[in-house]
């Protein structure tokens, strides 16, 4: 809605049907409260970086917690946008995971000043890419939302994860413990940018949190009470 040019239509029609108003926010203000919602509660002195793995981009929000980010920039490294431009056969060749690789790495080094990439001493993983790795690493079956939120995803897990799940078909790929069906088909390029973030921004791990724009926007009505 906050890029279509007929989003006031919707807007209007929700209104109309249901007596409620939409407020649609700006880039900004969702990273304030994506970084909000998955920092809470953490210590002030670290220098968290939040990552954002998402189908049309990827965010990467930096801040101390507690406090408005610092630094934020939305780039085009989303899970399906790779996947049609670099994955195109099943499974996908190495020369095309090398390719997003490059890709992946090239695009944060020029979104992401060296400087500010240099600061980060943690980092937090958000949205399906990283819940869906961290309960592939735990073989859950049926998934566990209080096993996946706050475990550690080390860099050498997500490599080995990475190299698993590229080396499979996609119908194979839907019969992994801990994988949704539906997410089969772009998992292989997500854990492809989680493991190209966490080498650009050199982090041995990241923690997994359940906890993102939804729980900002929560805690923010609760401070505007």
Do not use: W
């Not at 406090?67 to 490294?77: C, D, G, I, N």
């Amino acid at each position: 809605m906050r890029d279509a040019e007929n989003g006031y239509r919707l807007r209007e029609d929700v209104h109309k049907r249901h007596g409620f108003d939409l407020r649609v926010i700006s880039g900004d203000e969702e990273a304030r409260l994506t970084f909000l919602g998955a920092t809470a509660g953490r210590a002030k002195e670290s220098r968290t970086l939040v990552i954002d793995i998402g189908g049309g981009s990827t965010e990467y929000v930096i801040g101390e917690p507690a406090s408005r980010p610092s630094f934020h920039v939305s780039t085009r490294l989303g899970s399906v946008r790779q996947s049609e431009r670099h994955l195109r056969e099943d499974p996908p060749s190495r020369a095309s995971m090398d390719a997003l690789s490059a890709a992946a790495g090239e695009i944060i080094a020029a979104e992401v000043p060296v400087g500010v990439r240099e600061a980060v001493t943690s980092g937090i993983a958000v949205a399906g890419t990283a819940t869906s790795l961290a309960a592939i690493d735990q073989e859950l079956k049926p998934y566990d939302a209080s096993r996946v939120h706050g475990y550690r995803l080390s860099l050498g897990a997500c490599e080995r994860m990475l190299f698993t799940l590229a080396a499979m078909p996609v119908a194979e790929r839907r019969e992994v413990a801990g994988l949704h069906p539906d997410r089969a088909p772009t998992i292989v390029a997500g854990a492809a940018i989680l493991v190209e973030s966490m080498r650009c921004f050199e982090l041995d791990g990241v923690e997994t949190s359940e906890a993102d724009i939804l729980q900002g926007a929560a805690l923010d009505c609760f401070a505007l009470e």
